[in-house]
Structure formats: C-alpha cells, structure tokens
C-alpha cells in the first residue's frame, strides 16, 4: 500500500510563506493524481489545489494566485508553495494521492497562520 508522508507545516506570520512537501512511496506514482486539501478545526476538508499525470492543476479560488502545486516525478513528490498566507489558512494539510482504483491520505501537517 502506498504511504504519504507531509512535510513543511508550522507557524508563520501573515503575508509570510510556507512550503509543503508529500513524498510518496509505492509504484506508479506517475501515472496517479495528486492533491492538497485542507481541513479548519469545525469544518470539512476542502481541495485546495490538485496536479494530474499530466500535470494539469486545480486550484480552490481562495488560493489562486497565492499557491502553486508542483510533482516531480522522478522523486515521488509533490509540493505545495504557498505565499502571501493569511490567518483563514490555517488548517490541518492533507496531501492526497488518487485514481480510479484508490485514494490515499497523507496523515497531515499543520499550518497555522499568525495576524
């Protein structure tokens, strides 16, 4: 089975910027999609941004033109750069590895965005 393990969460003040990482183990990473979601304390896990095989992205609008989501295939990885952070970020980070035969989570790493 497929691990995920997130890196890169932690505090920082608004206006800041924060880099996420997932590594992936298992085979076929390439040819699977991945994502970022995030979940608020009280409130559902929301998409925040997702990268297919093809490298097509998705972005919620509350991050447009803030974040950026990347994958390197060769390293099994994908990362999430997010700039100018504001506090409604903050959230548990959920790095999501999927196709039509699975999904995987990651086990989340927290982002807390300070005013």
């Known amino acids: 089975q497929a691990q995920l393990v997130e890196s890169g969460g932690g505090l920082v003040q608004a206006g800041g910027s924060l880099r996420l990482s997932c590594a992936a183990s298992?085979?076929?990473?390439?040819?699977?999609?991945m994502g970022w979601y995030r979940q608020a304390p009280g409130k559902q896990r929301d998409l925040v941004a997702s990268i297919s095989s093809s490298g097509d992205t998705r972005y919620a609008n509350s991050v447009k033109d803030r974040f950026t989501i990347s994958r390197d295939n060769a390293k099994n990885m994908v990362t999430l750069q997010m700039n100018s952070l504001k506090p409604e970020d903050t959230a548990v980070y959920y790095c999501?590895?999927?196709?039509?035969?699975?999904?995987?989570w990651g086990q989340g790493t927290q982002v807390t965005v300070s005013s």
């Open positions: 298992g085979s076929d990473f390439s040819t699977s999609s």
């Open positions: 999501v590895r999927y196709n039509v035969q699975y999904t995987y």
